[in-house]
């Protein structure tokens, strides 16, 4: 059974974009691509809201350009090799191999597909996750603290949600960026 993991670059008060759409605390260096691109080689299925895919379908080509470093191209590889699910009203095709397009977000759907997987899955993008959230289905917490405060703009963690966490790691990193993984206590 996969676990279904929310993971995102947020900033110290919590939120993953500004008021005007900017998360440039988040540009990651090569070290901490070094680690996501480990982390992600256990992610079977990442599931996306319209725009987050399409900041993420970056991946799809990323590799062909002879001028991204290695870990760069690392990640579109890996990218690449897993499965995408899109979920979207006004997006009309998929620009990705490995992706399909679903209407609308069932739960119930989602319990399936995390019970027949052998890999994690990802929800990526903080509307798509809050539904996930408030549906029960998140197992682990992995937010990417980066070194700033945006002081408003999309929040990480959906408004009127209490849940009891458990510290499962931590790692930081030179550039003042922390990981933290956090699991959901039981009852």
Not at 65 to 85: G, L, M, S, Y
Not at 151 to 160: E, I, M, S, V
């Amino acid at each position: 059974m996969g676990k279904l993991i929310y993971s995102m670059i947020t900033s110290v008060d919590g939120y993953v974009s500004d008021t005007d759409g900017n998360f440039g605390w988040g540009v990651a260096d090569q070290e901490v691509h070094d680690f996501v691109n480990e982390y992600a080689k256990s992610i079977g299925t990442y599931l996306y809201g319209r725009r987050m895919y399409e900041t993420m379908v970056f991946w799809e080509t990323a590799h062909a350009n002879p001028e991204h470093p290695p870990f760069i191209v690392d990640f579109a590889r890996t990218w690449q090799a897993a499965d995408k699910i899109v979920y979207s009203t006004t997006l009309d095709e998929v620009a990705s191999e490995r992706t399909r397009l679903e209407r609308s977000f069932d739960p119930d759907a989602i319990r399936k597909l995390k019970a027949e997987s052998d890999r994690d899955l990802t929800i990526d993008g903080p509307h798509l996750a809050a539904q996930a959230i408030r549906a029960g289905l998140v197992d682990e917490f992995h937010p990417i603290v980066g070194p700033a405060l945006a002081g408003g703009g999309k929040r990480f963690f959906p408004d009127g949600v209490r849940i009891d966490l458990e510290l499962l790691d931590e790692h930081r990193f030179a550039n003042g960026v922390v990981y933290l993984r956090y699991g959901v206590k039981d009852g």
